[in-house]
């Protein structure tokens, strides 16, 4: 049995967890701070590591107290290294260097992306109990405010990038267009709540490079985005009330949707060309209703399997960080990253070879 504390501050949430054998989550605790940036309508990066600075200590002691256990009785010490916002990582990268160091405990370095990709196989309630696969490869799609990336999991620590975005990330698409309507942040979350009234079919929004061969796994929201003000600004010159419920409900509708038929559509297409054992969607956009629905039918008619992980595992959280450095150690067994491991605020997932 191994038992890992791990921490996560790569962006604007202060999380730590106990994680057991890859998959078993004793504790899962996180300091959200979506009020203090909900003002700036985006997260502000100064604001996010001071908070991160007073919220730490008392995170880890909780997720500590849940567990029930100590950081003597610990095997390892986990802790997200990037990508993310620089000051951000530094608060919990310096607080696991500090634990490791005082109890003489190995240190793990872990990607945040590997962090969402190992998300999909934890244990929660309600879902058979989470053990990542044995037959490769997986295809992944992570996206978020951050990310949008199709990844072809060939094993353990082993990825090969197969496309992302071009320009903006499906997550942070639905925070410029819930700015734009006016719906408050975070984006997604608003734009689902509000587009549960509507009708996804009202508008014809375009579905970029969703038929492009010299982009076939490229993701781009950029001219979505601006496809969806230019509407706005139609509808106002037509004398429409773009405060009207009815009418936000169909632009968010139909918004949403057409980000998730790109997602599918690529992520299909991904799946059946790699031939993949099975396709996992993670990130902060998993937790989307539609995106959800969308992918299950598509994949559930080809027989593909699709793991998806609960909401509470979708958004940034440390037991998917504690998730990814087990199978990273026990694939590694010599590896340790020591104490002057550092921070990168962009770090890419790299292929084994």
């Excluded at 049995?1 to 962006?11: D, G, N, P, Y």
Aim: with cysteine.
């Amino acid at each position: 049995m191994t038992k890992i504390l791990a921490i996560e501050t790569s962006c604007d949430e202060t999380a730590a967890a106990v994680v057991e054998d890859g998959c078993s989550v004793h504790s899962n605790v996180i300091a959200t701070q979506i009020d203090l940036h909900r003002r700036f309508g985006g997260v502000f990066p100064e604001v996010a590591s001071r908070q991160h600075v007073l919220a730490i200590a008392p995170v880890i002691a909780q997720a500590l107290a849940e567990a029930d256990v100590s950081v003597q009785t610990l095997d390892a010490i986990a802790v997200t290294q990037g990508p993310g916002l620089a000051g951000s990582l530094l608060v919990g990268v310096n607080a696991a260097k500090g634990l490791a160091f005082a109890a003489g405990l190995p240190l793990l370095a872990v990607n945040h992306l590997e962090g969402h990709i190992y998300s999909n196989w934890l244990d929660a309630p309600g879902r058979a109990h989470g053990r990542p696969p044995d037959a490769f490869p997986v295809l992944v799609l992570i996206v978020s405010g951050g990310h949008t990336e199709l990844i072809e999991m060939r094993g353990h620590g082993r990825y090969r990038r197969l496309g992302g975005t071009l320009d903006d990330a499906a997550g942070e698409a639905f925070d410029k267009v819930a700015r734009l309507l006016a719906l408050g942040f975070p984006g997604g979350p608003a734009i689902q709540q509000t587009a549960a009234r509507g009708d996804p079919a009202a508008f014809d929004l375009p579905r970029a490079l969703r038929h492009d061969p010299s982009h076939r796994f490229d993701f781009s929201f950029s001219g979505l985005k601006t496809a969806t003000l230019n509407l706005t600004k139609r509808l106002a010159a037509q004398g429409q009330d773009l405060h009207d419920p009815h009418l936000l409900a169909d632009l968010a509708a139909s918004f949403q949707q057409a980000v998730a038929d790109v997602l599918v559509d690529k992520t299909v297409d991904a799946a059946l060309a790699t031939g993949a054992q099975q396709v996992c969607i993670c990130g902060g956009v998993s937790a989307n209703q539609t995106l959800r629905a969308t992918a299950t039918a598509r994949l559930e008619a080809l027989s593909i399997p699709l793991y998806i992980p609960p909401l509470v595992y979708c958004t940034d959280n440390a037991a998917m960080i504690g998730a990814a450095a087990f199978y990273n150690w026990r694939t590694h067994p010599s590896q340790e990253d020591g104490l002057a491991m550092d921070v990168h605020a962009s770090l890419p997932l790299v292929e084994e070879v």
